[in-house]
């Protein structure tokens, strides 16, 4: 449903990576969201936007 209102059912795998590193703390949001620009940077700059978006909902529900 995240994914769906993001725009992209494909960005679910994303959600839920951003919702378990907000539960268990295994890595911080702004290293969780820095470490996927750098794999995907320039060159992929529309999925980097929806992906961030969707890392930031996912730890929001793992972290609330």
Excluded: C, H, P
Excluded at 44 to 52: A, H, R, S
Aim: hydrophobic share 45%; glycine share 14%; aromatic share 6%.
């Amino acid at each position: 449903v995240i994914a769906e209102k993001l725009g992209n059912v494909r960005a679910t795998n994303m959600v839920m990576i951003g919702a378990y590193a907000g539960k268990t703390k295994i890595v911080s949001l702004d290293g969780l969201v820095a470490s996927f620009k750098e794999v995907f940077g320039s060159a992929k700059q529309e999925l980097v936007v929806l992906n961030e978006k969707a890392i930031r909902e996912g730890w929001g529900i793992g972290n609330g």
